[in-house]
């Protein structure tokens, strides 16, 4: 299929330093964007503050700005490089959050420059809760019962409607689930809420049912602009829901789910990915699974590459393919290298276990580490 | 989530791929335990952690199981998937069948199933009371080894080609030991090369003070090496990281670093040179075992490229290293070594406190302390560290308010060494250098300083027969040069360097390493760019509610940021915009300082003040001020003295800056306070004078003209 002939310049947003919930697992998409999209022509412009990466050495793109990744500076950079599009779904939360930045901030639309990867309607779908819920309600997957609130008032009518504690509460557009926690009891509760609101950029919470308990599991899926999705890898936490995904042992592929219930997150995967509208790329979706009764449970979707991302493609040896594939989706319509000449979904069931053990940070000295929220 | 790092392992089964990822980990256990006598937890204990999640559960699960609860107690208490529980207890019921059994009389088909349950010669050492070289040689001598398979990237659609291994032990062993053959035949899938090939043994996971420098460095290997022909072969057990991308490389082993792991698939892949100078703290642990193999192993041609390993214990070995320097002239900090209490306290009076303590067993700093009095330094000895004959504390005269100084320099084999950059630390000397902010150039060394700091570098250098990477920490107490420590190996600022001065470092040196000269590359002299370039240490601390955020000799940083810019003050305003500092450029600066601290601080507070600042103070920092003729200082009530006090000023917004110097090692509870309430509000803190000036320049700076960006390109 043709590459699109109106984009000439392509501005990528790296996702800057190492910070807890956000490693370096962004350095080689972004290293291999900017190398792909320049051998298709491209003229790729880089930014990024971590100067510790491969894809900020002078020869990845045509020029790199070593500079920091504020709204102000890339719309700068923006207005000095004057590229056609913007492409942040290889840096990670903190690509993501500075492209919403400049999207509704109209730095974007003031200087021409169209989102690529991920649209907005997407993003913000996916990662508002409220538009999320609803999105979950359209077709028909369960999520948990919960509730927004943007000021203390709201949170404790919330934890009253949804009744008994523990309670879970998620700060909106934040990484690695800062400001969050699971609360016990309502003092606590009112603490965990403060500091979640004031960790949230727009200042909302989630509270929800607590899952404890509950099986966790993670599906990294595939969607082209043909339709075609594929489920790259499942993952499942060893550590039930109440461990963040991040700290928990992990296991790809998924061992204790029967094939029926597997299927069930698959066809779940697959309608969620259509619904939030991903068009090209990656995305990576949670679940929950009730151990007692079966009943599955939506947790949170990324539409970008994530964390889990880079472990599903190490595991299963995929990422060149699925890399590739994910610059060329930004800037062509193209289907998947299926083998298979029947346009039906590939999955990849990945023939080796591997287990990923993520441990945490090591406690910094006279701080014991509070148990784990 | 509080993780820093992660490992990954690959195997057949669950249990060998869970005890792998477990070595893997770089904590010291060699699988899921089995490894050192435990001592174990109350039943009680093991209830409470078993029921509340935490990172050390899944140790409770075995001490649980240890003491006869049930798969299903566990499940009832854990809610992890008794399948998983199940796999685990079958590995407590080996470890039992083992720790019954001599390494002798255990079979073939025996250890062959241990190995399949994916227990390490470590551990089956300990639970046959042997040494790890012993299971080691039984198990080649049953012909048991591991086999390589590659990661099948085409899900058995296809021939999948790509080099990408993982060991395994392979189950066709009933077979073999039926038949006649006694040799395994072992079903490889390792490609075989006719080129020249190269191990890069990779930095593991993630941890603080273990970061992507080192991982971009072992990349840069490859990258260079891959060029010039030679095949390269990435060892790595980290899947966050670049290195373990398989196009890194020509062959990538998913494999713990650990000796038994190292050494099998150097026995599998007879590489030419192996490299262990660039993944920072794990491969240089393997050197000596490394070494000794080979030693030991006349036959086997493989070299340790570079630097030896005998060089790199010699700069860390404290006698051996202070005999080069007092021969070369090299001048080092007063010290001492103290085997108890009352030789710390001859050691400190004969030196004079503040002294930086710090035991002889750990590296990157942890537990190190700076120490201002006899009564700290009991404190210090009682509760914070182990004494013994054999792991002595090392103390060091600490030298106040110097400069501490990171060179990064490159040496050959013939001798020639040439600096790729002298970085000047923001922070004083007794900061961990990873968390400190650094600029190349200099910004206030003098020129016979820097004179020096080269002519020892050199030195050093050839002394120590560096052949590849060396890093180096000075501290100048006004014109006086001291060095810190030496490191012959690549450091955490190689990258930063490399694109401060536009000269790949870790590629040059890897060259280095594989026999060429530094005239062979025509990289004969240092580069000193003309625009500024300042590093900034990224900090976790929001993570961890209730921990202080005052910087100290041990490292907390997880990563780190660039700023560049034509002046000081700007890069360093982009340093610290981008690690999420934003400075104000007008407004209220609140000031309180330690008393050693309260003079040095009037020059700055006169700065900010002529910035347009406005200047608050608690009364004993303000009385400082006034007395240097600061008048224009209101007064802030501190916590205990009524209210509104600080917390009241910065939880209402009122003020802007903070420049809070730590009270001794422990600061105060106001002081604790302070800060933690300044980062809840995300205002910008100080903790150093140093910084405090380098913030007053970047305030200058971003008050005359906007930040402007440019490309690296265009400042080569």
Redesign the interface.
Known sequence: MPRRNDIHKILLIGS??????Q???F??SG?QACKALRDEGFEV?LVN??????M???ETA?????????PE?VE??IE?EHPDALLPTMGGQTALNLAVSLAKNGALERHGVELIGAKLPAIEMAEDRKLFKEAMERIGVGVCPSGLATTMTEAKQIAHEIGNYPLIIRPAFTM???GGGIAYNQEEFEEISQ?GL?ASPVSQILIEKSL????EYELEVMRDLADNVVIICSIEN???M??????S?T?APA??LTDKEYQRLRDAAIKIIREIGVETGGSNVQFAVN?ETGEMIVIEMNPRVS?SS??AS???????AKWRQNWQWATRSMKFPT?SPKKHPLV????????????????????P????R | MKSVGEAMAIGRTFQESFQKALRSLETGRAGWGCDRSEKLPSLEQIRGGLRIPNPDRIFTVRHAMQMGMTVEEVYELTAIDPWFLDKLAELLETERFLKKTPLKSLNREQLYAVKQQGFSDRQIAYATKTTEDEVRAYRKSLGILPTYKTVDTCAAEFEALTPYYYSTYESEVLELSQGEAAVAKVETEILPSEKRKVMILGGGPNRIGQGIEFDYCCCHASYALRADGFETIMVNSNPETVSTDYDTSDRLYFEPLTKEDVLNILEAEHPEGVIIQFGGQTPLKLAVPLQTYLNQNPDVTTKIWGTSPDSIDTAEDRERFEKILRELEIRQPANGLARSFEEALQVAKRIDYPVVVRPSYVLGGRAMEIVYSDQDLDRYMKFAVLVEPDHPILIDKYLENAIEVDVDAIADADGNVVIGGIMEHIEQAGIHSGDSACSIPTISLSASVLDTIRTWTTKLAKALKVIGLMNIQYAVQGEQVYILEANPRASRTVPFVSKAIGVPLAKMAVRIMSGMTLADLNYTSEVIPKHVSVKEAVLPFAKFPGTDIILGPEMRSTGEVMGIDTDFGKAFAKAELAASQHLPLKGMVFVSMNDRDKVAAVPVVKDLIELGLTVVATSGTRQTLMEHGVESVELVLKLHEGRPHVLDWIKNEQIQLIINTPIGATAQIDDRLIRRTALAYKIPIVTTIAGARATAAAIRSLQSQQLQVKSIQEYM
């Open positions: 800057g330093p190492i910070v807890i919930g490693a370096c697992e350095d080689y290293t412009i503050s971590n100067p510790a990466t491969i900020t050495d002078p045509d020029r790199t700005y070593i500079e920091p990744l504020t500076i700068k950079i000095r690695g689930g800062t500091s004031d404890l308990g509950w099986k060893i550590d039930p109440g461990i963040h995904t991040g700290d042992i296991v061992q204790t151990p964390r880079a472990l190490k595991a299963t040896g995929f990422p060149i083998t990849l069931n990945p023939p080796s276990i591997t287990l990923s053990l993520k441990f945490r940070a090591l406690p910094l000295k006279n701080s580490v509070r148990s784990p």
